[in-house]
């Protein structure tokens, strides 16, 4: 049991990422790059839960700490699927995105209860749950939880429509 919030988060991670992996395991590869009609590929939802390329998704964590209450603009609905990323085997793919989640628990790992209550300004999230001022654990427990899960049930979606 986690003694601390930031021990809590980083069990979040692990646990979603052990649950991603362990629903691609066994998707071939011609299955992994087919998106049906109006979704993503297995492919595109990987590449998008790794973040933009180059970057990956530890800037949007570490710029809570660069300056008091910065702003950051997401773009929603982005796989930043490119042309390197659509030549990689959905196991490359996969490992990249334990990478960046690697990072982020071992970033989460340090940090203290009011290192997590720091906040940042995320105008795209102003109608949503979070709202648009959240702290860093919240932000964290969002990408980490929230969004890994939110794509496991897209990713189980489209695995199971007629065809795949």
Not at 109 to 128: G, M, Y
């Amino acid at each position: 049991m986690p003694e601390t919030e930031a021990e809590r988060l980083v069990e979040l991670i692990d646990s979603k990422m052990t649950e991603l992996k362990t629903l691609c395991e066994g998707i071939d590869e011609q299955t992994a790059g087919c998106a049906p009609a109006g979704r993503w590929s297995p492919k595109q939802i990987i590449s998008h839960l790794c973040g933009p390329e180059g970057k990956g998704l530890m800037p949007a964590i570490t710029v809570f700490f660069e300056q008091d209450t910065p702003r950051i603009d997401l773009v929603a609905e982005d796989p930043f699927y490119s042309a390197n990323r659509a030549n990689m085997t959905l196991m490359q793919l996969i490992v990249e995105a334990d990478l960046e989640y690697a990072k982020i628990a071992g970033f989460t790992s340090t940090l203290n209860e009011n290192q997590l209550k720091r906040k940042a300004h995320i105008p795209l999230l102003k109608d949503s749950p979070l709202g648009e001022y959240p702290t860093l654990g919240a932000w964290i427990e969002t990408i980490a939880g929230g969004h890994i899960d939110f794509h496991i049930r897209h990713l189980k979606e489209i695995l199971q429509q007629p065809g795949k």
